[in-house]
């Protein structure tokens, strides 16, 4: 890929330092494996995989490994609402109890890390916007405190292994309170897994399926989808925690033997790095990639425009300043300030994406025409309170994601 490397404006030299600078981590055993991309002005520029997919069988991380990508499935499911907004199936300002009961009179806590039964009743519904925009009052178990963050796990089970379906989920969900009153706030929640099931329902068919017919099919995304194949799993990278004293546990789980009820379109599903460079630049293509168009330019640019207040902005997220350098559209971050920027990674401004819980990440920046993905897999605390363990902790491997924005940055020339 030299040839593609100079043609799109990087030096060689500062690109070849990448994969060892990587290495590094993984021969620490910080991570088990990683699979990069970089993508620029409609070219491949270089792909790097490194370590191991599965470190106990010996098996290497390759380009076509499968990963749970888990939050970047976030942007796909709001893409596919957005597909029929242009239909004029719903509209944003829709109240979402147009399509789900479950969610009708919902109360608030008067402290979102109160009691459960201090509640007052909701100002208004939580409309369509307020689910792409993380501001529906929803939340998280792993992102709240106190009894709601338990409530969570007690009533919904698992975030990433659900036994219910679908409609016994929104049930158990609209049960709960909301954390905060419907536009109040961001709080990163299971909105999108409600977006997704209201998508399913007004279409009368699962989620995996729209997702397949409407954007999977038409992009050629063939490993992408909520449950892998049987004939595919040696392909599935396993997920790895840190240990304390050091090296690597497997704390992967396996999928059913045939496909759940529940698909979360929060963080459900699993892809390969092609198949994600894919949506990423039909995203940079504003609705168009190869001659394949799923979406009107304009639709584009509402899901990748800020939508957040400089008030919501100015509240911390996962512990860290998030939006000191960002704001938050419809499913996806994009960067308002590359300066302010540099202190968690790379980018130009404007440039949009969404990471993934495990650690996977990716960004479209049109100001340099440039796609860049990082694969890994990489466990993080997801029971109740965790966002207390993860205040001022950076997990060692993860350093890894700004190692590499910042390596591409510095490359081009």
């Given at each position: 890929?030299?040839g593609?490397?100079?043609?799109?404006?990087f030096?060689?030299?500062?690109?070849?330092?990448?994969?060892?600078?990587?290495?590094?981590?993984?021969?620490q055993?910080?991570?088990?494996?990683i699979?990069?991309?970089?993508?620029?002005r409609?070219?491949?520029?270089?792909?790097?995989?490194?370590?191991?997919?599965d470190?106990?069988?010996?098996?290497?991380m390759?380009?076509?490994?499968?990963?749970?990508?888990?939050?970047?499935?976030?942007?796909?499911?709001?893409?596919?609402?957005?597909?029929?907004?242009?239909e004029?199936?719903?509209?944003?300002?829709?109240p979402?109890?147009?399509?789900?009961?479950?969610?009708?009179?919902?109360?608030?806590?008067?402290?979102a890390?109160?009691?459960?039964?201090?509640?007052?009743?909701?100002?208004?519904?939580?409309?369509?916007?307020?689910?792409?925009?993380h501001?529906?009052?929803?939340?998280?178990?792993?992102?709240?405190?106190?009894?709601?963050?338990?409530?969570?796990?007690?009533?919904?089970?698992?975030a990433?292994?659900?036994?219910?379906?679908p409609?016994?989920?929104?049930?158990?969900?609209?049960a709960?309170?909301?954390?905060y009153?419907?536009?109040?706030?961001f709080?990163?929640?299971?909105?999108?897994d409600?977006?997704?099931?209201?998508?399913?329902?007004i279409?009368?068919k699962?989620?995996?399926?729209?997702?397949?017919?409407?954007i999977?099919?038409?992009?050629?995304?063939?490993?992408?989808?909520?449950?892998?194949?049987?004939?595919?799993?040696?392909?599935?990278?396993?997920?790895?925690?840190?240990?304390?004293?050091?090296?690597?546990?497997d704390?992967?789980?396996?999928?059913?033997?045939?496909?759940?009820?529940?698909?979360?379109?929060?963080?459900?599903?699993?892809?390969?790095?092609?198949?994600?460079l894919?949506?990423?630049?039909?995203?940079?293509?504003?609705g168009?990639?190869?001659?394949?168009?799923?979406?009107?330019?304009e639709?584009?640019d509402?899901?990748?425009?800020?939508?957040?207040?400089?008030?919501?902005r100015?509240?911390?997220?996962?512990?860290m300043?998030?939006?000191?350098s960002?704001?938050?559209?419809?499913?996806?971050s994009?960067?308002?300030?590359?300066?302010?920027?540099?202190?968690?990674g790379?980018?130009?401004?404007?440039?949009?994406?969404?990471?993934?819980?495990?650690?996977t990440?990716?960004?479209?920046?049109?100001v340099?025409?440039?796609?860049?993905?990082?694969?890994?897999?990489?466990?993080?605390?997801?029971?109740?309170?965790?966002?207390t363990?993860?205040?001022?902790?950076?997990?060692?491997g993860?350093?890894?994601?700004?190692?590499?924005?910042?390596?591409?940055y510095?490359?081009?020339t």
């Open positions: 890929m030299d593609a490397q100079a043609a799109a404006g030096n060689r030299d500062a690109l070849a330092g990448m994969a060892p600078a990587l290495k590094g981590l993984v021969d055993q910080a991570l088990s494996g699979v990069t991309l970089v993508w620029r409609g070219e491949i520029v270089q792909v790097d995989a490194i370590g191991h997919r470190i106990e069988a010996g098996l290497p390759e380009r076509d490994t499968l990963f749970r990508i888990a939050s970047m499935t976030k942007p796909v499911t709001t893409l596919a609402a957005l597909m029929l907004v242009e004029g199936k719903l509209k944003l300002d829709d979402i109890t147009k399509w789900l009961p479950e969610f009708k009179d919902m109360k608030v806590l008067t402290d890390t109160g009691p459960l039964d201090s509640t007052v009743p909701a100002a208004r519904d939580i409309t369509v916007e307020d689910l792409m925009t501001r529906s009052g929803l939340a998280y178990g792993f992102t709240s405190l106190g009894p709601i963050a338990h409530a969570h796990e007690e009533k919904l089970g698992s990433l292994a659900n036994p219910h379906t409609d016994e989920w929104m049930t158990r969900l609209g709960l309170p909301l954390s009153q419907p536009g109040e706030r709080h990163y929640s299971h909105a999108t409600v977006l997704g099931f209201l998508v399913a329902r279409e009368g699962p989620l995996g399926q729209v997702l397949k017919e409407r999977f099919d038409p992009l050629g995304m063939h490993d992408t989808g909520f449950w892998t194949p049987h004939e595919k799993r040696h392909r599935l990278a396993k997920l790895y925690a840190a240990k304390p004293e050091g090296g690597l546990k704390v992967s789980w396996a999928d059913p033997d045939t496909p759940a009820a529940f698909e979360g379109g929060g963080g459900g599903l699993v892809s390969t790095v092609d198949d994600y894919k949506f990423a630049r039909l995203m940079l293509g504003r168009e990639v190869d001659g394949v168009r799923l979406a009107r330019p639709t584009i509402l899901m990748t425009t800020n939508r957040l207040t400089d008030e919501q100015g509240h911390a997220f996962l512990g300043p998030f939006w000191l960002q704001g938050f559209g419809l499913g996806a994009m960067i308002l300030d590359a300066e302010k920027h540099q202190w968690m790379a980018g130009g401004e404007g440039a949009f994406g969404w990471p993934g819980a495990f650690g990440w990716w960004q479209a920046d049109p340099n025409d440039l796609i860049l993905i990082y694969l890994i897999q990489d466990s993080m605390p997801l029971g109740p309170e965790a966002v363990a993860m205040q001022g902790q950076r997990p060692t993860r350093i890894g994601c700004p190692m590499f924005q910042k390596m591409v510095a490359a081009l």
